[in-house]
């Protein structure tokens, strides 16, 4: 017989959830294996939310099949639990509490105890350059000073799997690349992370991005091969009256031009001469052309017809977030 083989640490089958009449997830499919950062990219109301939570145990599946680690999550919820670490968007740090404090108290839900629990809140103080704040009331840490202790605090039951929602909220650019290389690290070491984003920086670093629009899994594949789906350059082109400029594109060139943000977006694949074109063909009505190579937002433009940045809620769902 050959090796066996490990299921993946995580395992979706038809996921759906409904809010009342309302769709929140519909048939959502994927898996992620041991030991990689795995990234849901996607709006307000796209449905990444409430994936999360149903990950992280607050919500029951409505229909279709979780399994974590090739277990029912139904099934062996409490079991399961113990696996997972989380690392929620709202700040679950006690601000009249140090940051050992915080993880003390953590450790005694899960029943760490004496010298084990003393260990390992030394360990992960250390391992995120925290010893020296250890005493400080995390009230007074900045924000990513407080986003580490929050990791810690997830890690601090050894789980096999890290659930992070929006891990970078608040923090500035070299925070977030200094929270993507402990995801990395946590990673080679076999620890599975899957996180929710809508910040694109964060997203280019995952190994893997489910893109969610609307409830469903639109795509799924590497942030270079998504970014591959353009084909060529985006062109942006600035002009007074948008509508009518994108109209005339389309009847002169073999392209489907998009307005979107007061601007006229076309996807070619030899970019750099198409601005040429454009130029002659329109010299009165262009203000203003960029070409670039494509990025994540453009993938989303792509597949969705809107930027990543404009809420997907239906009207009157204000407040609840799906």
Not at 78 to 104: C, H, I, M, W, Y
Request: aromatic share 4%.
């Amino acid at each position: 017989m050959g090796p066996s083989i490990a299921p993946p640490a995580i395992e979706l089958v038809n996921l759906a959830y409904h809010y009342g009449t309302r769709t929140a997830l519909e048939d959502v499919s994927f898996s992620v294996p041991t030991g990689e950062i795995f990234g849901l990219l996607g709006p307000n109301g796209s449905g990444k939310t409430t994936l999360f939570r149903i990950l992280s145990t607050l919500l029951p599946p409505q229909s279709g099949t979780v399994r974590i680690l090739g277990q029912d999550l139904v099934k062996n919820l409490t079991t399961l639990r113990r696996a997972l670490g989380v690392v929620f968007q709202a700040p679950s740090l006690d601000k009249n509490l140090s940051a050992e404090e915080n993880l003390r108290h953590q450790g005694h839900l899960y029943g760490l105890m004496g010298r084990t629990l003393s260990a390992r809140i030394d360990e992960l103080l250390a391992r995120f350059g925290m010893s020296d704040r250890r005493y400080e009331l995390t009230g007074k840490l900045s924000g990513g000073q407080r986003r580490r202790v929050e990791l810690a605090k997830g890690l601090l039951h050894r789980p096999r799997i890290l659930l992070l929602d929006e891990p970078s909220t608040g923090l500035d650019p070299g925070a977030r690349r200094e929270l993507m290389r402990y995801l990395k690290d946590l990673a080679r070491e076999g620890v599975t992370c899957l996180l929710t984003s809508h910040v694109l920086e964060e997203a280019d670093a995952c190994d893997r991005l489910g893109i969610m629009s609307l409830g469903k899994l639109v795509a799924l594949d590497t942030p270079c091969a998504l970014r591959a789906r353009i084909g060529g350059q985006v062109v942006c082109v600035q002009s007074k009256n948008p509508p009518t400029l994108a109209a005339q594109i389309a009847a002169h060139f073999a392209v489907v031009p998009q307005v979107l943000d007061g601007s006229v977006r076309i996807e070619h694949k030899d970019g750099h001469r198409f601005v040429a074109q454009l130029a002659e063909a329109f010299p009165g009505a262009v203000d203003s052309i960029s070409v670039s190579r494509p990025t994540l937002e453009d993938v989303f433009v792509h597949l969705t017809g809107h930027r990543i940045g404009q809420d997907e809620r239906p009207v009157g769902a204000v407040g609840k977030q799906i």
